[in-house]
Nanobody
């Protein structure tokens, strides 16, 4: 079982930056792939970035070069650094975990990002 708690969301102007954090608490000793999804109003959730246990990362094209996913295994924390934010980046951002990067099993409650 894994618990995920996001923080760091907020409101920024276009061109601004935010860093999201996700505190990961897991009770099994397994290693997990971690990722971030976002959901804009009226749209489906989309996976925007993922990072495996070895630190290999992947992004969707619309955020590549602007967002950076990272993990600090010693602190059990996942991060998403976002720069040059655009209004279309607005939405609820969710931290996710899974034993495989193509099988997300656990979700956080989300943190809101608003870019105006």
């Amino acid at each position: 079982h894994v618990q995920l708690v996001e923080s760091g969301g907020g409101s920024v102007q276009a061109g601004g930056s935010l860093t999201l954090s996700c505190q990961v608490t897991e009770y099994t000793g397994n290693r997990y792939c971690l990722g971030w999804f976002r959901q804009a109003p009226g749209k489906e959730r989309e996976e925007i970035a993922a990072i495996d246990e070895d630190g290999n990362s992947a992004y969707i094209s619309s955020v590549e070069g602007r967002f950076t996913i990272s993990r600090d295994n010693a602190k059990n924390t996942l991060y998403l650094q976002m720069v040059t934010l655009r209004p279309y980046d607005s939405g609820m951002y969710y931290c996710v975990a899974g034993v495989r990067c193509d099988r997300w099993q656990y979700w956080g409650q989300g943190t809101q990002v608003t870019v105006s």
